[in-house]
Each structure stands twice: as C-alpha cells, then as structure tokens.
C-alpha cells in the first residue's frame, strides 16, 4: 500500500534506503551524497543502507515524501547506474520493514501514519524489521504469525518468549511504536590501496612483498593526511572471481608502519592461503581520526623509538625525492 492519495501532511518522513547488496563502498558514499542532496539528516548503516529524516526537507522541496523517493532513485540510476529500495513511513520500523517488501532491483513503497498499523498487520512476523530467525522461530512455536497477531498479545508474554528487552521492542514496534530519532552519522573515512598482480601467485615471498609495499604506501597516505586509522580490513581476490575479506582493530589508532604491518601479517595468516591462485590484493585504512586525537605514549622500547624517527626521515627523503627514493627491501628483491 503507497500513500499516493494522501494528503502530504499524513505522509510519514522517515525514509529507509537500501543498495545493493556488494555495492563498492565508494558508490555507497555516492549514494549518501545523493541522500544529503534531500535532506541534511543522513543516517548511514554501512555496508549498504541508510535513514533520512526528511521532516524539514519536505516544505524546502515543495513535495511529499513519496516523491522524494522516486526522486532519489531517478538520480541514483541516472547518476550512479545504481537501483535502490526506499521505503517512507512514519518510524524507522515500517520505513525498514517497508524497504524490505520491495522486489530488487529497486523501487518506493510509502506508508502515511493512519495506515502503518493495517498494513504491518497482515505481514510475516519475521518481515517486521529488528525480529531475527531465532525471535521468528519462538513466535512461530506460540502460533504467532504475523504481526498483526504479535500486536494483539499481551506485552508481558512476548517478553517472556523472546526475552525482557527484546520482547518489549518487539510488542511495541508491531503496534508501530518507534520513538527512535534518526541519527546524523556520516560513514566512516577510510583510505584505500591496491596492488593487482601480473599473473596468478599463490602466497609466499610474492605476495608478501606485495602486501608489505601496501602497508607503506598506507602509512605514509595518512600520516600526509595526519589521520590514524582504527582498523585494517584485508580483500583478496583469486582466479574465478573468488574473493575474501576481513577487518580486525587495531589496539590503538596508528598510522605507523610497525602497527600496520603487524595487523596487515595477522589478517593474512588468518586467510589461511594454501593453493589460492591470487590475483589482486587490497588494503583499507578503515575508521579514520586525525592525528591530534591519537594519545601520544612515552615508549620504553628504545628499538620502535628509532624506527619511528627513521620512519619520519624517510617520509621526509620521500616528500623531497618522490615516493620511490625509499621503499622495502622485500619490494627491490621482488622486482629483480
């Protein structure tokens, strides 16, 4: 059900968007970019959603929200080459819980205020946005269904099905209770390096040297930014288009080249590479600060001390010189 025929002042201004799933995170921020364009209260959800309040956008843009959101997808399409799914309702819940009725590639499903409890009625009980498989299954051995029939039971009975504060968000949300604000958060910066290989490598001295020139290129990338970064995620592909990522934090914000190279090793022995034929390998700086926040420790370990005064002489050789006067050693006995 759309609110085509409502009247602008009943149509809910909470709007939930959904990307394709695995869309590359730079579309992702472009796609947000599209988003603040309507209204300055962009809420990311990383990897591929976000909110938008659009309460103060509507009278600026002389249209309903609807409209917005035919809007929004018309610009990404056209823009960006990419669909997404935008569902408006009056809380967070239908605006999310209407997204996700959208057959793929994209679409607007639109609910006003006075219809939100009638059209969340009649739906799955696991459609309804925040119940997971595990809540759905318990629901499932009471009889209930749908959440037409998760409103119509007794709150203190849902608690005790899925737990206090699980079942209290659950009852209220299925009678459209949602209070939650939608929240200003930018995603995250982050800082990328790629390294793509002449042939096919299975890991060894190779794609060592390759991910230790990586590990380089990143430090020096953002200690000329004066950022740290909180995490490092680790993407390799192989041949057949296989890939394989994972993050792990840092244990504080660093931008130094002993920090990163020793959670950059740590990711790929947790790869576990035996046979992989490799055919590219990524380095992502995630979760980005400036420098000035970073705690400034007095070290006792007179070895790490120097490396980093050495480091700050090479970033300045290199700022003089250009990037390749100085780079690892593993890097020059790679490339003869």
């Not at 219809?115 to 009625?121: T, Y």
């Not at 910066?189 to 020139?213: P, S």
């Not at 790490?304 to 050693?329: M, N, Q, S, W, Y």
Request: proline share 5%; glycine share 8%.
């Amino acid at each position: 059900m759309t609110s085509e025929q409502a009247p602008t002042d009943l149509v809910a201004s909470v709007m939930h968007v959904r990307c394709p799933d695995r869309l590359p995170e730079e579309a992702y921020r472009r796609v947000l970019e599209e988003l603040a364009g309507l209204s300055p209260v962009v809420q990311a959800l990383p990897p591929t959603a976000a909110l938008v309040e659009l309460k103060g956008a509507l009278r600026y843009h002389g249209t309903d929200a609807r409209r917005l959101g035919e809007i929004l997808r018309v610009r990404t399409l056209s823009r960006l080459g990419v669909d997404v799914r935008v569902g408006v309702g009056p809380s967070i819940t239908v605006a999310a819980t209407a997204s996700a009725q959208i057959d793929q590639p994209g679409g607007v499903l639109a609910v006003a205020h006075e219809e939100a409890a009638g059209w969340l009625a009649p739906l799955p009980v696991d459609a309804l946005h925040g119940i997971g498989p595990r809540q759905a299954d318990a629901l499932h051995d009471y009889g209930i269904h749908t959440v037409g029939l998760l409103a119509a039971v007794d709150p203190a009975t849902v608690q005790r099905l899925l737990g206090g504060r699980a079942g209290r968000l659950a009852a209220d949300r299925a009678r459209g209770i949602d209070p939650r604000p939608v929240v200003p958060r930018t995603l995250p910066a982050t800082t990328t390096v790629r390294h793509a290989f002449d042939r096919h490598v299975l890991d060894g001295a190779t794609v060592r040297a390759a991910l230790l020139d990586l590990v380089v290129q990143l430090g020096l990338l953002l200690r000329r930014r004066d950022q740290a970064a909180r995490a490092l995620t680790l993407t390799l592909k192989f041949a057949g288009n296989g890939g394989w990522e994972k993050t792990r934090r840092l244990k504080e914000p660093s931008a130094h080249d002993d920090d990163l190279r020793a959670l950059a090793y740590q990711l790929m022995d947790a790869a576990g590479l035996q046979r992989g034929r490799l055919t590219a390998i990524t380095l992502k700086g995630e979760d980005l600060i400036n420098a000035d926040q970073v705690a400034q420790q007095i070290s006792l370990d007179d070895a790490r001390e120097a490396r980093l005064v050495a480091e700050a002489t090479a970033d300045r050789i290199r700022d003089k010189f250009g990037d390749g006067a100085i780079r690892p050693a593993a890097v020059y006995h790679r490339a003869s």
